[in-house]
């Protein structure tokens, strides 16, 4: 039944939601996830029509996806770059482990795919230590010394006390002082947004400047990204950004879109000298091999059903800062097909089929449908029940002789069997002393 996977997630839940700070951060970022949901029809002339793009593509991608792996991984290795295919999380982050060297500075981007794969608990294991690669503690943070020395000392490095020395000069001089300072030997791990088969490209969409000038400066790029995330081609990543920033940033272009065609062309002045692409299966092709189940391919990772659904609006953040598996209504449809049922059968059930994830889905995904598919699934392979079919069966017997109901022993009998699925958390309800066909006899005495 995946008991300890599900006790692991009851706890997760309950803790996230009693820490009140952590509530009220997520119930900001929820509303504002609302605003921009509401808000998106507007920003575009014909909003369905954009959707119903994002299908269409998606689906002809999905019709072919072996040949656009085919075409991307071929472009991007003509650039220099290295392309790996990594059929399960545990093959993606010993990757990457092996791509890390002693010595290696190592900076990780806390995104989706990089907590998917479980890259923090690996590097713990493997005794590598790394830092998040966050805009707002940088560069002080990663100084050795005060940032005024660090500054005056460069200042005199690099000769700022000459005047003839422009401040285009000067400023590209810091530049490359930091560089060699602070990202010498320095590794670059972060997710990707898109990944376009023609030409092969790596997209990433990001308000901070933290993506540009950490792939800039790092001597080794590493990307992690999932198979699904494959768009046909230049000319319909249009499309998907601006559906993807106006539900995720609130606008139709974020600060920064990056592309990655490549690691560092002898004619450019940065960017990495080694770039490789982890692409991750991780149960993917298994949940594209059924057609009622790969329409998950369609979502672009907005973000927006797991902000505003019940569930999961209060599940994440925290956890997502120390490296845990991001969750959210999608998880409910992809992990028991991914872990299998007995392990994760529990999260078709951890949803209230409030529909509130398909109303705000740009990618017009249907997720009722597929959690009751997996419902449904789950039943039959009696991975996750309250009580097994034979004790179900039994209970029915019971439940059907009037002298069972009229006694208290019925009470007893369902408590014995449903308890345990209230949790620890909910009170069993309290059930009526009497049976309605005891109730009824009496009322009709009293009003004889
Ligand atoms: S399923 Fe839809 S709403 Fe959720 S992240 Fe994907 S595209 Fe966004």
Known sequence: MGESS??????????????????????????????????????FARYGLAKDRIV?????????????????????????????????????????????SKGDRVFVSKDRLVNEIGLAARFKSENISFENSRLVDFPYRMLPYPSSVFLQEMAKKIGLEDTKVDLAQQSSMYKKHIADALFKDSVYISGADFLVS????????????????????????????????????????????????????GSLQAWNHVLYFGPKRQDEIDGPQQMHVILVDNGRTRLLKEDYRRSVFNCIHCDACTALCPVFKHFNLPCHENGSRMMGPLDCVTMPVEDGFDKSGFMAFACTLCG?????????????????????????RES?????????????????????????????????????????????????????HLRWQENRVENR
């Open 384 to 436: 996750f029940m309250a009580i097994s079919r034979s004790q179900m069966k039994l209970l029915r017997k019971m439940m059907l002789k009037q002298k069972v109901l009229d006694s208290s022993y019925h009470r007893l009998v369902l408590k014995m069997n449903f308890k345990k699925s209230f949790g620890s958390q909910k009170e069993f309800p309290d059930l009526s002393k009497k049976s309605f």
């Open 198 to 249: 023609t030409p092969a490209s790596v997209v990433k969409i990001e308000n901070t400047g933290n993506e540009n000038l950490f792939a800039s400066f790092c001597t080794k790029q590493i990307i992690v990204a999932g198979i699904d995330q494959m768009i046909p081609s230049l000319q319909e990543l249009d499309y998907f950004t601006s559906l993807f920033t106006i539900h995720a940033h």
């Open 356 to 380: 509130k994830c398909s109303e705000v889905c740009p990618a017009g995904i249907n997720f009722q449908e597929m959690i009751l598919y997996n419902r449904k699934e789950s039943v039959e």
């Open 6 to 43: 599900r006790q692991a997630f009851l706890k997760r839940f309950f803790e996230n939601n009693s820490d009140k700070e952590n509530f009220s951060l997520l119930e900001t970022v929820s509303e504002h996830y609302e605003k921009n949901s509401a808000n998106a029809p507007y920003a």
């Open 56 to 100: 269409f593509y998606k689906h002809k991608l999905m019709a072919d996806l072996p040949d656009y792996l085919m075409d991307f991984e071929t472009g991007l290795t003509a650039t220099g770059a290295k392309v790996i295919y990594a059929e399960t999380a545990a093959d993606a982050a010993f990757e990457i482990c092996r791509l890390v």
